[in-house]
């Protein structure tokens, strides 16, 4: 029944990715089969700390989130959770070696989102490592299945192509985040005034981490290549889309990419793989 179990909590992580995210599912899909059920994991245990703040206005966020770190915790070192997220997560974590400082460090930028609705450069820099770098970190380590040495490799691309699609996101959701949240992300900016000149800098910053996020796809393992190739794609055509408009725009809708247009994203990019262009 232990194995019954396992794959009920498997399959909440995927329902979980799947309600919440068409890109990153799609991405997933595109992943070989046998590292599916890792990544899904991951992303469902993102998903539920990101809606502990993010989401459940009416609760105390702050002991919701405890309970959610502490829960985490007991987890990983029984190998036993009756949250379903929770313990699918606590199974990537053991079976790909996932460091407890990568986790760490996703949960002190949780917490910095339950207070802070601005940040300073270093600030910044910590939030983006923690939000979103150390997730594409988790995800390299089940990439690379155990061989350190191209995980060492990786590294650093991997990060750099974290980073970008957060900043991405910032600038994407830099309205909502004002608005629903209070908060604004980049250090300097505030939504009044946010001009061209800003968000030029922004995108600058942002080709830079792509450039080199860019290169560490063409080592990946045949089993993550295509996939996040794909997710490159996707948030490179997001880039683009949001390059060519002013910031006056920004501060007023979020931008947003069709699912036509990632499905046709996806068809190019399947089409560019079977030709060995990858």
């Known amino acids: 029944m232990e194995a019954l179990y396992q794959e009920a909590s498997l399959l909440s992580s995927k329902v979980v990715t799947n309600c919440y995210s068409t890109s990153f599912s799609m991405g997933i899909n595109a992943l070989g089969k046998e590292i599916h059920d890792p990544i899904y994991a991951v992303y469902g245990f993102v998903r539920l700390a990101d809606e ?4 459940f206005h009416q609760q105390d966020k702050k002991t919701l989130l405890d309970e959610f770190v502490n ?5 990983i070192e029984r190998k036993l959770s009756l949250n379903p997220v929770l313990h699918s997560f606590q199974w990537a974590v053991n079976k790909y070696n996932i460091e407890r400082e990568l986790i760490d460090a996703f949960i002190k930028s949780m917490e910095w989102d339950l207070t802070k609705i601005g940040y300073n450069r270093s600030e910044y820099e910590e939030y983006i490592y923690g939000s979103a770098e150390v997730v594409g970190l988790m995800c390299l380590r089940v990439f690379c299945r155990g061989d350190e040495k191209q995980y060492q490799e990786l590294k650093y691309a991997a990060k750099r192509l974290g980073a970008a699609f957060q900043k991405i996101n910032f600038l994407r959701d830099l309205k909502d985040d004002f608005d629903d949240k209070g908060r604004t992300y980049f250090p300097d900016v505030t939504i009044e005034s946010f001009n061209d000149k800003q968000k030029q ?5 942002i080709l830079k981490d792509f450039q080199d996020g860019y290169e560490g796809i063409k080592g990946l393992p045949k089993n993550s290549k295509f996939g996040v190739y794909t997710a490159y794609r996707y948030y490179l ?6 390059k060519g408009i002013k910031a006056d725009r920004i501060r007023s809708e979020r931008i947003r990419i069709t699912d036509g247009k990632k499905y046709a994203i996806l068809a190019q990019c399947f089409l560019k793989d079977k030709a060995g262009m990858l």
């Open 52 to 55: 502990i703040v993010d989401t």
């Open 71 to 75: 829960e985490t915790h007991l987890a």
């Open 201 to 205: 800098e922004i995108e600058a910053d």
């Open 237 to 242: 055509a997001l880039f683009e889309k949001i």
